[in-house]
C-alpha cells in the first residue's frame, strides 16, 4: 500500500468540504501572502490506467483553486465555472503532492477572468485559465 504523503512545508491544512469535491482529496490548503494555495498527494484513488495522476483529478483540482480564488475576490459571491482551458505539460507520479495556485486577470460586472497552475516540487504540471460568472 502507498503511504499517503503530507504536503511540503508548514502551514497546509486539512479541509473538509461537501460535495463532489470531497471525494477529490483529501485537499490541503495553505495561506500565501494575500492568496491560497491548493493541494493533495497523489494517491491510488487518482491515478489512469497508466499510473500517473488522472488529467480529470488534476483539473477537478484546478478548477477548486480558480473558483475558490474567484470567490473570495468577489467578496464571498458564488462563482461558477463558465470555461476552462487547460494545457498538460508533464505527469503527477503516485506519491507526489501537487499544489494549485490562481489568480484573477480582470473582473468586469459578473465576471472573473481567471489563471492558474499546478506544480509539484519538481516541475510544472497544468496550466488553466478559466471565465467564472458570480452568482449575485
Excluded at 25 to 43: C, K
Aim: hydrophobic fraction near 40%; aromatic fraction near 8%; charge should be neutral.
Amino acid at each position: 500500500m502507498l503511504d499517503t504523503p503530507t504536503p511540503p512545508g508548514p502551514g497546509w491544512k486539512v479541509r473538509s468540504l461537501t460535495g463532489f469535491i470531497e471525494h477529490a482529496g483529501p485537499l490541503w490548503a495553505r495561506r500565501e501572502d494575500g492568496g491560497w494555495a491548493y493541494g493533495f498527494a497523489v494517491a491510488p484513488q487518482h491515478l489512469n490506467p497508466a499510473g500517473s495522476a488522472h488529467g480529470g483529478a488534476l483539473m477537478t483540482l484546478m478548477d477548486h483553486a480558480l473558483s475558490a480564488i474567484a470567490w473570495e475576490a468577489c467578496e464571498r459571491s458564488p462563482c461558477v465555472t463558465l470555461q476552462m482551458d487547460s494545457h498538460f505539460v508533464s505527469p503527477v507520479r503516485p506519491g507526489q503532492f501537487v499544489e494549485a495556485r490562481a489568480e484573477v486577470v480582470e473582473r468586469t460586472g459578473s465576471l472573473v477572468f481567471m489563471r492558474g497552475e499546478l506544480r509539484t516540487s519538481e516541475s510544472l504540471v497544468l496550466t488553466a485559465s478559466a471565465l467564472m460568472k458570480t452568482l449575485k
